[in-house]
Nanobody, 126 residues
Framework: QVQLVESGGGLVQAGASLRLSCAASGRTFSRYVMGWFRQAPGKEREFVAA????????YYADSVKGRFTISRDIAKNTVYLQMYSLKPEDTAVYYC???????????????????WGQGTQVTVSA
């Protein structure tokens, strides 16, 4: 079991930056592929970014590539999502997730993620 708690969301203007954090507790953090997903009002939840167990490899949705960076601090059992140049279309609830089953971080299906945080709201005004 692993418990995930997100923080860092808020209301920002377009063009601003924001960093989300996801603190993990429970089993060894490095056992899991870590991912970020988001869900905008009226839309399905979508993949944003993933980090391999080692933290060395990362993968991004095309919509955020070049603007968002996922990273993990193994010592702190925390994964981050640094977001730059935010756009109104980035407005969503952002979820952190952990997968013990994934081996390829390019597999973006949320069904393969075992544990989820409660989500943190990010609102970007025009």
């Amino acid at each position: 079991q692993v418990q995930l708690v997100e923080s860092g969301g808020g209301l920002v203007q377009a063009g601003a930056s924001l960093r989300l954090s996801c603190a993990a507790s429970g089993r060894t953090f490095s056992r899991y592929v870590m991912g970020w997903f988001r869900q905008a009002p009226g839309k399905e939840r979508e993949f944003v970014a993933a980090s391999a167990r080692s933290g060395g490899n990362t993968y991004y949705a095309d919509s955020v590539k070049g603007r968002f960076t996922i990273s993990r601090d193994i010592a702190k059992n925390t994964v981050y999502l640094q977001m730059y140049s935010l756009k109104p279309e980035d407005t969503a609830v952002y979820y952190c997730a952990a997968s013990s089953r994934l081996y390829s971080i390019t597999t973006t299906s949320e069904a393969l993620y075992d544990y989820w945080g409660q989500g943190t709201q990010v609102t970007v005004s025009a």
